[in-house]
C-alpha cells in the first residue's frame, strides 16, 4: 500500500482546506484509514479515523466537530476536510491505514502504512 497526502498550505485562522490522501492497492475498501499530524517539536497525535465502510468515525477533541474524515472508496482516496482553523492546528499532516482490525484506534502504533505529510499552516 503506498500513500500519498495532499492539499496542504497555508491559511488564514478560521479559514477551510480540505487534505486527501490517495492510496494504491485494490484493498482499500477494505481497511481502517486514520488521520495524524505532528507539530514542531511535539510528538505525532491523532486526529481522526474511519471504518472500511465509513460508516463509523472517530475524532480527537480538538477537532471534534471542525473536522471530518470521509472515504471514496471508488477513488481509493480519504478525505479531511477541515474548518476553523486555528494556529493550533499548524502541523505536518499524515494519513495511515491499519490493515488489520476493524476498529477504530487512536493509537499510532496500530496503523502500519503512512503517506508522506503534507503541511498545514494556519496563520493568526
Known amino acids: 500500500v503506498q500513500l500519498q497526502a495532499s492539499g496542504g498550505g497555508l491559511v488564514q485562522a478560521g479559514g477551510s482546506l480540505r487534505l486527501s490522501c490517495a492510496a494504491s492497492?485494490?484493498?482499500?475498501?477494505?481497511?481502517?484509514m486514520g488521520w495524524f499530524r505532528q507539530a514542531p517539536g511535539k510528538d505525532r497525535e491523532f486526529v481522526a479515523a474511519?471504518?472500511?465502510?465509513?460508516?463509523?468515525?472517530s475524532y480527537a477533541d480538538s477537532v471534534k466537530g471542525r473536522f471530518i474524515i470521509s472515504r471514496d472508496n471508488a477513488a481509493n482516496t480519504v478525505y479531511l476536510q477541515m474548518t476553523n482553523l486555528n494556529s493550533e492546528d499548524t502541523a505536518v499532516y499524515y494519513c495511515?491505514?491499519?490493515?488489520?482490525?476493524?476498529?477504530?484506534?487512536?493509537?499510532?502504533?496500530?496503523?502500519?502504512?503512512w503517506g508522506q505529510g503534507t503541511l498545514v499552516t494556519v496563520s493568526s
Open positions: 495511515a491505514v491499519d490493515r488489520q482490525r476493524r476498529q477504530l484506534y487512536r493509537s499510532s502504533w496500530y496503523y502500519d502504512y
Open positions: 492497492g485494490r484493498t482499500f475498501s477494505s481497511y481502517v
Open positions: 474511519i471504518s472500511w465502510s465509513g460508516d463509523r468515525t
